[in-house]
Each structure stands twice: as structure tokens, then as C-alpha cells.
């Protein structure tokens, strides 16, 4: 489904002569093409859409990061570019949770996994990932359930 999006938000870029976006896409679809010869050689099928809302994540983290070091290098054209790239690439991604979301679906696994410390972090960070996958930064929302188990 995901793939199938992407596929046509290319097929437009294309039509209406979009540069910037036709090279993101084919940017997304090469990862993918990459992602999927990964796990085919691991016997493994192809990604599901929760593998690819994932692959996505990392490629915005990929861009945010090159953001970063370009502004400090003094290169604002190129910073600007990975920029209109993290936009293209959101635009896959579901709605991000607020802080205040994501706070309430932390104390709701820890309901629902009866965590009572550090030990039982991993069971609420995979019921998180299972319920919300693509919705919230897991790397921000590790540190809130550090907090609220300790």
C-alpha cells in the first residue's frame, strides 16, 4: 500500500516536472528496492509497511543529521536541500504523536505489561513499537519510559 503511494506520488512528480521530488522518490524507492534484496537474502519476503514507515524514520534521522552538519559547515544551499527532502519523505509517515500522546500511551503499556521497573522496559518499548509504529521518535520516547519506571 505504502510502496503503492509512493509509486504514484512519482508518477505525478514526473508528470508535472517536479525535479526535487522525482529525486527524492527514486531516492525512497532505490532504499526500498535495497531493503527488500536485504531481507530476501536473510529469507525473508518482502517489507511490510510497518518495516517501511521504519526505513523511513531512519532516512528523515539520515537527513536531520546531514541538516546538522551542513549548517555548522557553513553550506546553507545543501542544508536546504536535505531539508525539502525530510518534507517530501514526512509525507509518508503518519501523524506524529504529540508529547502529550505519547506520554499517555507510555503509562497505558505500562498498565497493560504491569511494568514495575528498568527490567520490564523492553516489554512496554515493544508494545509501544506494536500499537504505534511510525507515530512516535522510539529513541525519545525510550528516555519518557526510563523516566516513568524509574
Known amino acids: 500500500m505504502l510502496r503503492d503511494d509512493i509509486n504514484n506520488a512519482l508518477k505525478e512528480a514526473m508528470k508535472a516536472r517536479n525535479e526535487h521530488a522525482v529525486s527524492t522518490l ?4 532505490s ?12 529469507g525473508k519476503g518482502p517489507l511490510d509497511d510497518a518495516a ?22 557553513g553550506r ?21 504523536m504529540s508529547d502529550a500522546e505519547v506520554t499517555a500511551a507510555i503509562k497505558a503499556a505500562i498498565a497493560e505489561t504491569g511494568a514495575a521497573g528498568m527490567k ?10 506494536a500499537k ?6 522510539f529513541a525519545r520516547a525510550s528516555g519518557m519510559v526510563k523516566g516513568l519506571l524509574q
Open 132 to 137: 504505534h509504529a511510525g507515530q512516535m521518535d
Open 26 to 29: 527514486r531516492m525512497v524507492n
Open 52 to 73: 517501511l514507515l521504519s526505513l523511513l524514520q531512519k532516512m528523515i534521522k539520515q537527513r536531520q543529521e546531514s541538516v546538522e552538519l551542513y549548517d555548522k559547515g
Open 31 to 42: 532504499t526500498i528496492k535495497n531493503a527488500d534484496i536485504e531481507a530476501r537474502g536473510q
Open 76 to 96: 546553507p544551499e545543501l542544508a536546504a536541500k536535505e531539508r525539502e527532502e525530510i518534507v517530501i519523505i514526512s509525507g509518508y509517515l503518519p501523524k506524529q
Open 120 to 129: 520490564d522496559m523492553g516489554k512496554v518499548i515493544g508494545v509501544l513499537k
